[in-house]
């Protein structure tokens, strides 16, 4: 996610801009930049690369001497991280500069009647069209300018913005991504986290959705979108600076599962168009998709997991055969695609060695691959004919929780498209199934609100030795997740399976007082679970069980139960595994591990 730092004031700012930035780098980024107003003019400089970088171009900010300027490290979304696509960005005198975190959605609309007017571009990026909107809204009052462009774009931003015929003023707004205002003795800052500013005041200023905010050196004043000014009191700091920067969460995965809700947000809105699904990026006309005969999902991991659920969600919805390989098993095993398949990769990182030689493999026997992918520019982005980006963000955290969440999104969405081209489901399903993915972010948000629940009874299991995960359908998708997720981060030993399977074999594992992990969203296999259950626990198992709320007879069965909002079955996975990540979580800190480095992962497996 990029970072964006600002400052005016009486000290020098590229400085205090740089060392903001370096406060930003958990947040993950590829390039960063900085423009200064040097008393005449706007100075740019920016590189692709680690902040080192811009700091050894700038000799440490001197040779960017100034008061004022905006500094960003980008975290590429739309375009490669390259020198050109980095943050700032400008009009054509570079009399106006920008800097931006989010995504302008309606990009491409504005850019292409922006060239209809004679603006030129030099990047690929969403940013830039708003440098140039601003040019040309601005008749010399930058307010005015400012409030007309809100008016156009839509999406998230927070936006640090300069003009040359403005020295003594900075602008900021935001809109459903994160800023904050700072404010002190030697001038006013703005920035995307209290990190980047801590040093230099604890005084800070929230900015809601849509506040433009002025600064000067002394002063700064809030207004809304039509320029209507606004008081606000400022808030004390009182973290320290490690606590902030995870945003006062005690490990990133904590954050980061916070994060979901707006993940999935980010991932399924932009694709959601008139209750309609519009994936342009499949780069593929109706009649080519339903021509597809046959899918092959490949991918390692959690990636592997979501494509298991892609498997039962795409049959289920589309009626089209998938077929789910491990990567690293996909790769040897001379895998056989026949005409008319199509292959897809999942994968956060999009650097998996796995993953990427999967990918290769297809292509070179000539098959078209699409690629499910978090970090725009990584390999698996570069070599996949066609890529589907979640939209999740950098995931710090080595267990990944909301990369895997966007996932089980993007799989939804090409499933439904699949399900309308090919006929599968009929108006009034798909608008019901349109109805449920959008309910999906409160939903996550309701579960994400009870942990207190899930955090006690974790409590009791910091000193279990096996840990079972049981389900059918789709839920045997989730609980190889939730067993993932308990092991990688605790190290208790854990073992998903299909719950008909179980007495083949691993029942001889279940002891008295066992913890079985029974998850049980599908309403066509509500009693064949129960009996499962009944299995286990006529062995002595304790059983947690994870079900939709309404299905109280399952208490009958389940020592304890965690229910979760009503959804379509095929969605369940995206709220059943809230609770198992909360579980896995808490088991590991009441252990004490880790949480965010477990021993012996690695958060981008490039080895295979
Ligand atoms: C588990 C986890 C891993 C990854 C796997 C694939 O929490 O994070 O299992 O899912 O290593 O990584 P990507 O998605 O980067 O290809």
Redesign the pocket.
Known sequence: MCGIVGYIGTKQAAPIILDGLSKLEYRGYDSAGMAIYDGEKINIQKSVGRLKVLEELTHAGATMPGFAGIGHTRWATHGIPNDVNSHPHFNAQATISVVHNGIIENYIALKNKLIKKGYQFVSDTDTEVVAQLLDYYYKGNPMEAITKVLHRVEGSYALGIMFAEYPDQLFAVRKDSPLVVGKSEDGCFIASDVPAILKYTRTVYYAENQEVIQLFADRLQFYTVDEEPIEKEPVTIEWDAEAAEKAGYEHFMLKEMYEQPKTVTDTLMPRLKNNDIVIDELQMRDEELAAVKKIHIV?????YHAGVTGKYVLEGIARIPVEVDLASEFRYRNPILEEGAMVIV???????AD?LAALRESKARGFKVLGIVNVVGSSIAREADSIMYTWAGPEIA???TK??SAQLIALYLLAMKFAKVRKTVSEEEFNALIFDLKRLPEQIELLLSNKEKIQKFANRYIGAKDIFFIGRGIDYAISLEGS??LK?ISYIHSEAYAAGELKHGTISLIEEGTLVTAVSTQPDLYQKSISNMVEVKARGAFILAVTNVGNTEIEKAADYVVYIPQTNQYFANSLAIIPLQLFGYYVAVGKGCDVDKPRNLAK??TVE
Do not use: D, N, P, R
Not at 299 to 303: D, E
Not at 346 to 352: D, K, L, V
């Open positions: 991918a390692c991991g959690s990636a999942i994968s956060q990182s999009g650097e998996t993953t080595v267990a990944t990369a895997y993932l997720k990688e981008s497996v």
